[in-house]
């Protein structure tokens, strides 16, 4: 039973074949393959408009090379205080921009809110050289806790950052289970409610390491090629990624695992919903839940082979506190994740309660 | 005719057998996955010690990370003139080291020599903190002109180097190509030639993209994982890198793609020699050649679909110089060059002296 | 009426006539001077201890220098959210430090509470490489909210960070007035207490340009030398530092300086505490004054000549909070400000209270 | 006899008194003083022009800083092998740039030639990302062997610089002593030449720690206060610049001090040229003097009281070779030099060769 993060998996088998067809064959290096250039087509089309892509092994790598063209070293970026980027991501972003700051949005109920914002704005410090001042947003879609922005509210803060100076940033590692789970297109998503450059996650649904960044806005990807460079991130055989962004976009094929993944999570949260010492502490909207459950039942079920993580408590929304006894966890489910590992786990959670431990 | 580099195939048929292996479970992320590890083992062995190994993806990212346990911010690293890390790297040295300087070693003929490099010692200045300190020096295994450096050359510069406190990397991106072209050990050549870390490539000589980092001198590994993970080249499903070694240290297949290769660049060496017109720059130690060749002839190749690259005269040995009318180039082989290849470039050039352009 | 920073003024006489002394005469260069040796023998008695001690000319640079030897790129540096270091010192401590983080401290009422401080320990993530690891503390001294932490108070918070094994900073900007409303000596304030390094200034208290950088932990001093080289910080005619040091440090001239700027802030706060509708934040103990007073009375005061700045409200304690018309300002007293400053300025607040604006 | 370098002074008296009247107003901080606008006014009546101008305390820091405006992270700065910025400034361009590079242009008689830089750009590598693209050249004024350029000389590498893309970067450490040994205004030496951004040293001819970075092209000063106050060189009481830059420029005083120190040179030159066993590596041009003596000599000279440095052997013309028994030395005369002290060092020459040591 892996529900410990979609990236458990390997790439999914359309992936890996137009992967082992890319291999056979002669080609130039350094994304001059064509498969490189056609996976960049793919894009303009699904996007439906011109950009400048760019791809990398890591979601890090994405969004620090993708951050580092929108701030000088002097000025921060703001994001949400539990955002991947900022908690989990080492100082990544400081190498890469050289040396800017990273500023985190406290507050919100798993989601950065416009309130807590234009709050920021208020209270910022403006005295330059000396404050520092902020010139990049960062949403992370899905959210750290897994809920999805509307493509209305990234609209909504994207024009409180822009008003402000700031260009946009999406940290889009779970962007196919975003879009999975609401009703816009990823043009909507993105460039129409002003975001400036997209970091779009392979990886975790469906690839084995692709992660494309995306300008929507050109005039910022200047440099980018050079700082990938530097940065050890220009692969010779590009066709690694090319490959890859091709079969995962080819016939939709990136939306389906995305919505296998976003059902199953579902269907484990219509089920967990009814058990009454279990809590969901926030809606499930794509392919993460976050669960209060008792500690003992924690420690049966992985008794029993089930893996998943703890999660930090830091995270919970204000009105929620874990008694003793409770522990607070999360559950991924991935394009792989097949039927009979969610009724496992929930039988064993049944049995559980039938037969508790002391 | 595909001679433009060692990086325009795509893995070997083995390495990428034991990938589509791989990506079939279920595993944990970053490196904690039986692949990884077995490959971990396997190098133990192959190396005939304890060692501290990392995967990442290019060799840029694996040199520039190894070089910066290697020296402080205000130190500097040695390397021949024309070295890949000095000359193709762009500015990665310094992103990774916090801002160290290459230093070049200008002279020999085709390879670092003790003299150039003890010369360095001598007239390198010493009032610190004003003047810069060497801490490490780079070999660049086979050479940036496709020379070997034997284990005994290998022994010297090191000798030389640890006598004034430097540490010592060898960036090996062309390593079994080296191996295969001389009668001694991975180990002979390497730990017990005074080598503090490899850089060992897989990408150029059978697999898609994959570079090991390899410290013999484990306490030089200290924040390796750290420098790794902030440089966004921890990959979250690990065995894209563990599986690729395993599939290629297997039965010595890396030794068998080396050699093919290094073969098929000798019997072009061969060919090449008994033409008048064409001089070939150093003896072909390896799988690459660099030749000198009229300038008419590598039109006429290229106009047959012949692929390679002009290469720097700067680089030239200082007895050789070029004339109005010739052209230096350079060849690469692969473990992939098929007898078929080599012939058509031969009977090509033969076909262009029999009927020359004007 | 100059109430706006205690760098409003020049230097001391007997620090200028010192500095006009030492530049007379020939000497060595780069420190290797008389003065800079005596400045240090003077601190070594000062804080009866053996010390490594450099000279910089900014509190910026001298925080920023001292902590980039405490921890590594990928750590972290905790500090009060209104630390200088965090707020106004654009992103210097990245700089110099390669890329650390720097991580606030939130709440306390104008200083870092042992609470606040363990808290953070507790929520901190520990999944390494991924997450920040902290490995420095930042104590502020006096506080950014003009409060004095005790030796007694230093300690606790020194104990609290050894044992998560983080070394000790403190931005000693304003040390000077901290030992003049203290009874302790420098030695208990600081490596008696477990500072591991000072940051001594002497600009803010007498000196026209000068930070000590105070290493009572030797070991931690590597590399400083180097650090300050390459940081541009190391003047040629060392003189400039030393003899300000030498005149700064003499038969107490140093202490005197600050008393009477502390002097001069209590019976300004004595004035001020007397009248209705004004409210200092928090009680003055050293230099600084933090008051809340009418919107119309800062308008008439400056119209009279008075400066000073309006200061932040996100740094008041949580239980004031501003009315409409009010405002919050800070008023800063130097070791230069003269009885009748503070009169003039009492005696225009009378003023404005007899007669108020409309 | 004090002829190790011109930062063994003090300050001139008149820059002294000048800091002295600075130092006993009330005024802002952070060069909001009256000395730092007036400083800045002086400066532009002096260049003829509009400018940016900022000071700081070192000659590293002031081109540290410049350069780190001119060039991106990934591009290179040209500079001559020996020039001070590549040989004795640690690796503080590295750090202010984000991890540039420095490439020395190799050749030359003690100066860069416009030969050898068109040499550089013949054999660059052009392969971007991969290659290393220049974008700055700096040229030393007077140059690290004690020759000056002229406006001729200035305008023809510019021009070669400005055909590649580069912009140009002008280190005057000793500017004063250029232009006191030429017969033309700083304005054609700098921008009328090309010049973009000069470093004009004032403390090694008469300040006490004062270097003004002047931007002819007010383009390329973007960012500089920012770069500034992060490297911690934005200094609190601005007046300690301000107020030298003032007295250092009233009356044409630098330039008194500047023809001072050349003259005594000059002297010193013509006593030394007159002696067999004493050779001149160099005219003498400004207030440099290279000198290959006896060993013997320098032992006998340093015993009475000399003091001057050995010189690297590196930076002597090709068509010079030191003997065994000879040393390479350089003396530098200063504005505070005396005609005695110059006479008493002949004198002690003298004495030597009467009655040479055995």
Known sequence: MYFGSDN???????????????????THGYGEDPWTHQAIDNLKKLFECDIDAFFVATGTAA????????VQPWEAILCHSSAHIIVDESTAPELFTGG???????????????????????????????????KALS?????????????????????????????????????ANAIASQACTPAEMTWKAGVDVLCLGATKCGALG???????????????AQRRKRAGHLVSKGRLFGAQMVGWLKDDHWLELATHANQQASKLSESLSSINEIE????????????IMPTRLVAHLQSVGAEFYEWSENTLPANINLSDGQTFVRLVTSFLTQDSQCELLIKSIANYFENPSP
């Open 210 to 224: 692709l992660e494309a960044v995306i300008f929507f806005n050109k005039d910022l990807s200047r440099g980018f």
């Open 280 to 291: 969901l502490a926030w809606p499930v909207r794509a392919n993460e839940l976050f669960v």
């Open 139 to 175: 949403i992370t879609q899905i959210s750290e806790s897994g809920l999805v922005y509307s493509d209305k509210e990234v609209g909504e803060l994207s024009r409180i950052a822009k008003q402000h100076g700031l260009s946009v940033h999406m940290d889009g590692a779970r962007f």
């Open 63 to 70: 969004n620090s090379l993708a951050l580092s063209c929108l």
């Open 8 to 26: 458990q998996t390997g790439a999914s088998s359309k992936v890996m074949e137009m992967l082992a067809k890319a291999n056979s064959e002669y």
């Open 100 to 134: 800017s700051r990273m500023l985190p949005i406290v507050g919100g109920e798993g989601k950065m809110t416009p309130t807590h914002l234009r709050s920021y704005f208020k209270n910022a410090g403006a005295d330059y050289p000396h404050n520092l001042c902020a």
